[in-house]
């Protein structure tokens, strides 16, 4: 859960380049944004 939540933080925060390698991150978790 806390995973997560840091996913969805950098997501939301940093630059669209990290944004890229958060995407994998919310699948994974099973919230595809």
Do not use: I, M, Y
Not at 16 to 31: A, D, I, M, T
């Amino acid at each position: 859960d806390s995973n997560a939540e840091t996913c969805t933080h950098f997501f939301s925060v940093h630059t669209p380049l990290l944004c890229e390698q958060s995407v994998p991150c919310s699948v994974r978790n099973g919230s595809a944004l």
